[in-house]
């Protein structure tokens, strides 16, 4: 089935059988399959880059608005400056005041420049010519160069695929330090701290998938720390044995960790191998008896490589992770991204409240609420009204969503749905809404959260879903909790149905998620109904991504899917009250 809409801000379609679609911002152009390692050459400590962050020109780019120059010198791997399909193409960085520059590393993209030179200037508009080749061979170039320049312009001249242009991961200046750097690494890692070593260091791949299925799959995805994003072998020539993804630590290191988070697209047989030259490899590790899911392997080897060597596969389809995470010393360790501290529970800070307490017929406050409007979803057959004219305070201290018969762009009902995106969202605490449903057959209520990156373009289910609350109106004697997410989503969420114990219709109930880096636990009236536990999670149904931050939904659906459908007995106007909406950290 296909991947959920954005209707509004920010609700997608719910209850859709798994999609192995990753659209995860530009797609990759129709290149070979191709793979290069984003790195640098050994540098002595004191050279420096000079040209990242700095303003970047081209002479033009392959598509409006993407691929742009700033983004060959803006530190990540994995975005790209690429001209237009044309045989002559210049890209140029201004570093921003007269700098002595003493190499240039450039991270081709398959489309590489056989010819090519490299040129300084001091104003701009006179140059002098540092470097020129006519044999480029793309991956990665070092270049040894000296001068003195504010400006550094490479002037591309012969292309290495002639129907496309010019393009590459990142441009480098570097300014002091030895201008031919040792290429062997050094043998002995030095002690320190255990940590992560592989974050958003330079992958290979034996190969890796680009198609509608897995756009892209490349090889460093597995080593970005972000676990709804995942590398696998091509669809054309990689559902072979054997398959293979390795890292460059950029320097030696004593592993003594390795974890890989498996696709079910998984190694029976591999091997972790170790490697100083990223030739000769040395196993740490096998087993002929892999099972999937997460591995966690406590092996100790020293190397600068690190590889997961598969030689069979547990389908008729490749090899496929969502991560793969080395520990240990040494290397040349980028640091991820920290996150937020685990709250202590009960957590009592308060950091989001809506108490409703305005006059009777006042809408959900704008400062807090986005309202969500647009046609339905999973077979609903309601239409969500814009400007929130099915949600309206009572003048009691209570929101009233209501769903109603009335006919409206094309429907015959209405309801309302709402939600905090971007206004509010947030990484961990209690999550709590005082809720009284409505009762009737295809009602459907909810309380649930969706990761704020839906917003800004990653498509559901890879943002994460959680769903504190559901009610069916043919049934309010219990509730569900479920988590979505790329391996577990639609009706294969990981979640349960809880008995309540009462009939939640006849009056109003307390529903909660506190949630921290351990997992997720669900409450109803302070009675914990479900524990998530990331761990557990992990190692019976796929990757853990609700690490980020979530914002907030409350809607009343009428009919569908998983509700099914209304009857003559289900009463309209049927409304869900809301007393209250709180976050603590």
């Known amino acids: 089935m296909t991947s959920p809409v954005l209707d509004g801000l920010g609700t997608p379609r719910r209850r859709l059988s798994p999609a192995r679609i990753l659209t995860l911002g530009t797609a990759l152009t129709g290149l070979i399959a191709a793979f290069f390692v984003a790195t640098t050459q050994n540098a002595s400590a004191a050279e420096v880059v000079v040209s990242q962050g700095k303003p970047a020109t081209a002479s033009s780019t392959e598509v409006a608005g993407a691929y742009l120059p700033g983004e060959a010198v803006d530190g ?28 240039i590393a450039i991270n081709w993209e398959g489309a590489y420049a056989k010819a090519f030179n490299i040129q300084f200037s001091a ?52 300014s002091g330090g030895t201008t031919n750097p040792p290429t062997t ?6 002690n320190g701290t255990t940590r992560l070593l592989s974050y958003n260091k330079p992958a290979l791949a034996s190969t890796w998938q680009n198609d509608v299925n897995c756009n892209p799959c490349s090889p460093d995805k597995a080593f970005d720390n972000d676990p709804a994003s995942r590398w696998a072998t091509s669809s054309t020539n990689g559902w072979v044995d054997p398959g293979w993804i390795s890292v460059d630590l950029g320097a030696t290191a004593q592993i003594s960790q390795v974890v890989l988070q498996w696709d079910p697209a998984y190694a029976k047989s591999y091997q972790i191998q170790v490697s100083n030259d990223n030739a000769n490899w040395t196993p740490i590790y096998s087993t002929t008896t892999g ?8 092996a100790t080897g020293t190397g ?44 009592t800070r308060l950091v989001f ?29 309601q239409y969500y009204t814009p400007n929130s004219e099915n949600a309206q305070t009572d003048g009691t201290g209570n929101l009233v969503i209501e769903a109603r018969r009335q006919d409206y762009q094309g429907r015959q009902y209405t309801s309302a749905r709402m939600n905090t995106g971007g206004k509010f969202s947030t990484q961990y605490g209690r999550f709590e809404a005082r809720i009284k449903v409505p009762k009737g057959n295809g009602l459907w209520p909810a309380f649930w959260m969706m990761g704020d990156d839906f917003l800004s373009g990653r498509p559901w289910p890879y943002n994460g879903e959680i769903d504190i609350m559901e009610v069916l109106g043919r049934n309010t004697n219990e509730m569900y909790t479920t988590l979505h997410a790329p391996a577990y989503n639609g009706g294969g969420g990981y979640g349960q149905k809880n008995a309540a114990g009462v009939d939640l219709s006849n009056d109003f109930h307390v529903y909660a998620a506190e949630w921290d880096s351990k997992g997720i636990r669900f409450f109803l009236d ?23 931050k979530f914002y907030l939904i409350l809607n009343l659906a009428v009919g569908g899917d998983f509700p099914g459908p209304i009857d003559a007995g289900t009463p309209f106007p049927s409304r869900m009250l809301v007393d209250y909406v709180r976050v603590y950290q």
């Open 76 to 103: 990540n791997n994995g975005t790209r400056w690429a001209s237009s399909f044309t045989a002559n193409a210049w890209w140029q960085v201004d570093l921003g005041a007269s700098t002595s520059v003493s190499r």
């Open 123 to 174: 104003n701009g508009s006179s140059y002098t010519q540092a470097y020129a080749t006519t044999t480029g061979a793309g991956g990665q170039q070092s270049i040894a160069v000296s001068g003195t320049a504010r400006y550094v312009r490479i002037n591309l001249t012969e292309r290495a695929l002639p129907i496309y242009g010019y393009s590459f991961w990142e441009f480098q200046v570097f």
């Open 185 to 190: 690494p050094p043998t002995t890692p030095p």
């Open 291 to 298: 099972d999937g899911l997460k591995d966690v392997i406590n």
């Open 304 to 347: 600068r490589y690190v590889r997961m060597y598969g030689t069979v596969r547990s389908s008729a389809y490749g090899y496929s992770l969502w991560e793969f995470s080395i520990y240990g010393t040494g290397g040349a360790p980028n640091t991820p991204p920290a996150k937020p501290a685990d709250p202590a529970f009960p957590a």
């Open 353 to 381: 409240e809506d108490n409703f307490n305005d006059a009777a017929g006042t809408k959900p406050s704008t400062a807090k609420w986005t309202y969500d409007p647009g046609v339905p979803q999973n077979g609903e057959i």
């Open 526 to 548: 302070g009675r914990q109904v479900f524990d998530a536990a990331k761990d557990t999670v992990e190692n019976t149904r796929g990757p853990w991504i609700f690490d980020h």
